[in-house]
């Protein structure tokens, strides 16, 4: 069992709609990295978190360590948020297990 | 700084040929990860280095599986007798690692796709 779960896998949206993508994770992991991977496969590091709230621009991630569950969240989506968003845990040796991925896609 | 680089982006080679894949980290980045993504999947560990030294391998990286990082700097992943099951993305990261504990964020490389016919 992965260590890392993300949902939806898949969602669509609107553009304009907020969106929420939620990550879930085990035991041992203490810190977020929430990652944006365009088709052709370059991965972009959004935010690395641990605790609390982080913002930047359009987006915003949260962490409840208690819960081990993380957020991202994208205001005001545009066609350009399409992409693959992946939270991936790191844990004691600072290496990252990756969750599957959520797949968004923003009409006009 | 120009990032991460890996070469080549592409590759493709029939079953059972070798392969070599090169990633030059961020400078002064003195840790390197492997990552291998499959279609519609996220990435996995493979291995990292802390300097020259590779401190941990997946049980993914199997005995035709072979990385080095001679002089801390660049790295190279070599893949013998290639398998169709090899066919994925191989991604490489870099860090700066300037205490044990704490997080340290890793900047990724474009990827290099491989196609195993």
């Known amino acids: 069992k992965n260590e890392v779960e993300q949902s939806p896998q898949n969602l669509t949206a609107q553009e304009g709609e907020f969106i929420t993508i939620n990550c879930s994770y085990s035991?041992?992991?203490?810190?977020l990295h929430w990652l944006q991977q365009h088709p052709g496969g370059g991965i972009v590091s959004l935010f690395m978190l641990s605790s609390g709230k982080k913002k930047h621009g359009r987006l915003i991630a949260t962490i409840n360590i208690q819960e081990k569950h993380s957020s991202l969240h994208i205001t005001a989506s545009h066609p350009r948020d399409s992409a693959v968003y992946i939270c991936a845990g790191h844990n004691a040796g600072n290496m990252l297990t990756f969750g599957g991925g959520t797949r968004l896609m923003v009409k006009p | 700084d120009t990032g991460v680089s890996q070469n080549p982006r592409h590759k493709i080679t029939k079953r059972g040929q070798n392969v070599t894949f090169r990633c030059d980290p961020i400078s002064e980045h003195n840790r390197l990860y492997w990552y291998r993504q499959t279609l519609g999947q996220g990435p996995e560990f493979l291995t990292y280095?802390?300097?020259?030294?590779?401190?941990?391998k997946s049980r993914l990286l199997s005995d035709r599986f072979s990385a080095e990082r001679p002089k801390g700097s660049f790295s190279t992943l070599e893949i013998q007798r290639t398998e169709q099951g090899d066919s994925a993305m191989y991604l490489c990261a870099s860090s700066l690692v300037v205490k044990t504990s704490g997080y340290n964020e890793q900047f990724f490389g474009p990827g290099t796709r491989l196609t195993v016919l």
């Open positions: 035991v041992g992991i203490s810190a």
């Open positions: 280095f802390q300097n020259e030294a590779q401190l941990e």
